[in-house]
Nanobody
Framework: VQLQASGGGLVQPGGPLRLSCVAS????????LAWFRQAPGKEREFVAA???????YSSESVKGRATVSRDKSKNTLYLQMNTLKPEDTAAYYC???????????????????WGQGTQVTVSS
């Protein structure tokens, strides 16, 4: 499984951004997907996840500002973020797994496959 994240860039505070992650896998619909982020000097942090059945989860830090979705026809995972804050600045990574770990979807080690990351910088 290869994951290719894109859509990062420099965004002004309060602005929106949509990240995409294309998966090169034939059974995309069977995978559970997630977004994580990592700021310099900090641990990788869970942002949002979407199960193969469409159920979504998001962290408290982005709840109400972020929407995770998937387009099975395009093998693509999305993260729409609104009202961006400077503290959202980080490298954003998409991740995938075929095994859903109940209560552990927010833990990086629960995901077997990772994209290369796309940098998001929120600054005026």
């Amino acid at each position: 499984v290869q994951l290719q994240a894109s859509g990062g860039g420099l965004v002004q505070p309060g602005g929106p951004l949509r990240l995409s992650c294309v998966a090169s896998v034939r059974t995309f619909s069977s995978y559970h997907l997630a977004w994580f982020r990592q700021a310099p000097g900090k641990e990788r942090e869970f942002v949002a996840a979407v199960r193969s059945n469409g159920q979504t989860y998001s962290s408290e830090s982005v709840k109400g500002r972020a929407t995770v979705s998937r387009d099975k026809s395009k093998n693509t995972l999305y993260l729409q973020m609104n009202t961006l804050k400077p503290e959202d600045t980080a490298a954003y990574y998409c991740a995938a797994t075929q095994i859903w770990s109940v209560g552990r979807y927010h833990i990086p080690s629960s995901y077997a496959f990772w994209g290369q990351g796309t940098q998001v910088t929120v600054s005026s």
